[in-house]
């Protein structure tokens, strides 16, 4: 699946909190809730709003707050996803 520039950026930034030695299989794991979402909503390309919802929804409950923090960091409106928080 192809993914756009900014989307893909963007995974790298959220990403670079996670501690080094799990942050591929937690970006392998984001990558592949992002697609799989993708996928179902006929889209072709990944953008930075499926990547959102994907980074939400593969985060586990626990780590929910941070997962805020990071968004609200880089000034990432969330009220469109409030029903996903």
């Known amino acids: 699946m192809n993914w756009n520039e900014d989307a893909n ?5 959220l990403v670079k909190p996670i501690p080094a030695f799990v942050r591929p299989m937690a970006k392998k794991s984001i990558v ?3 697609e799989h979402l993708a996928q179902e909503d006929g889209i072709v ?14 985060s586990p409950d626990k780590d929910k707050e941070k997962v805020l ?4 960091a880089k000034n990432i409106d ?6 996903l928080l």
């Open 32 to 34: 592949n809730k992002v």
């Open 69 to 72: 923090k990071i968004l609200q």
């Open 45 to 58: 390309e990944v953008n930075q709003d499926c990547l959102i919802r994907g980074y939400i929804l593969s």
């Open 78 to 83: 969330l009220s469109p996803y409030q029903a």
């Open 9 to 13: 950026q963007l995974l790298d930034e």
